[in-house]
């Protein structure tokens, strides 16, 4: 056995590390791992009626409608496997194919209308002039009208025959179009409950505007910018990542957009229809009618996954494009 030198210097201590595949567990008390345990027991314990209805209500039926897609389920019978058929089908259905074109066109011309008449509100809101806060509940009211009210509300108002919205144009010697008995009108209908309960847009386009650095203004000011150069390079860019958010809400409510069609498109006790000519109908509708009219649950599953494919994948395209014009603090 052979010793140290008496005088000589003592090499380097070498220190064991532990590397990124070593067990934490090996190197931890039994009491913490114990108390780790506990932990996450009682974050579980507290979690767990979440978990729970996430996934009875929404796991589980997601899951289901995947399966249901592929079978030929109409509820009182146990259901048949069909493969792609159901697939198929709907691409060769006239009637999907125009509750499609109905749904781009309330997204497509609705959500960017939309959302230029909310800032334009939230502009206006932001002016300092006297009875603002009046002016700003006055635009948020109608967001908090419950939806099913607010669409009975307007069938009155475009009423052909003693709707209030006629009864003014035809006092200006305007033409009185027929709302929701003529094809041409039934969509710019939808669009205008949509365009009346913008608030809810404009109050968040407002609070973005209040959190510009007013110094960004008065610098611009200084050297000569205008109103519209001002707009164009400080609240826009400032502005542009909630614009971001507003457009990806927009785009997917305008894809599931249910509500006002279906309900302006009923007939006393017929709500089976998607208006004059299907000019109402959209995929949602379409849906709503296969699965609970016709109770075509594996077809009503198959349209429901591709409209989920669509809106995921215009939600990526605009996210994508998105850094493009999208400016953040960093």
Do not use: C
């Not at 767990?48 to 209805?53: F, Q, Y």
């Not at 894809?255 to 069609?261: K, R, S, W």
């Amino acid at each position: 056995m052979s010793r140290t030198p008496t005088g000589s210097v003592p090499g380097p201590r070498r220190t064991l590390r532990r590397g990124p595949g070593t067990d934490r567990a090996t190197t931890e008390r039994p009491s913490q791992r114990r108390a780790r345990r506990q932990t996450f027991l009682h974050g579980l314990a507290f979690a767990s009626p979440w978990l729970l209805g996430f996934t009875v209500f929404i796991a589980t039926p997601i899951a289901l409608s995947a399966y249901y897609s592929f079978t030929d389920f109409n509820i009182f019978q146990a259901p048949t496997w069909v493969g792609l058929d159901n697939y198929t089908a709907l691409l060769g259905t006239e009637r999907f194919w125009k509750a499609a074109s109905n749904t781009v066109y309330l997204t497509v011309i609705g959500v960017p209308l939309g959302l230029v008449l909310a800032l334009v509100i939230a502009l206006v809101l932001n002016l300092p002039i006297r009875g603002q806060a009046l002016y700003r509940a006055v635009v948020y009211l109608p967001s908090i009208v419950p939806l099913v009210v607010g669409v009975y509300v307007w069938r009155w108002l475009l009423n052909a025959q003693y709707g209030y919205i006629n009864a003014a144009l035809g006092a200006l010697g305007l033409p009185q179009p027929l709302w929701l008995d003529d094809p041409t009108w039934t969509k710019p209908a939808v669009l205008l409950i949509g365009f009346w309960m913008v608030g809810g847009t404009a109050i968040i386009y407002l609070a973005a505007l209040r959190n510009v650095p007013p110094e960004l203004y008065e610098a611009a000011t200084l050297d000569g910018a205008g109103a519209v150069a001002r707009f164009r390079h400080i609240t826009w860019p400032t502005i542009s990542p909630i614009t971001l958010f507003q457009l990806v809400v927009g785009v997917i409510g305008g894809l599931q957009i249910f509500t006002q069609p279906y309900l302006l498109a009923q007939d006393g006790f017929n709500s089976g229809g998607g208006g004059a000519q299907d000019s109402m109908l959209t995929l949602g509708t379409y849906i709503f009618q296969t699965a609970f009219t016709q109770f075509r649950m594996g077809y009503a599953s198959a349209i429901a996954w591709v409209l989920f494919l669509v809106t995921l994948l215009i939600s990526g395209l605009v996210l994508a494009g998105s850094r493009r014009w999208v400016h953040y603090d960093a």
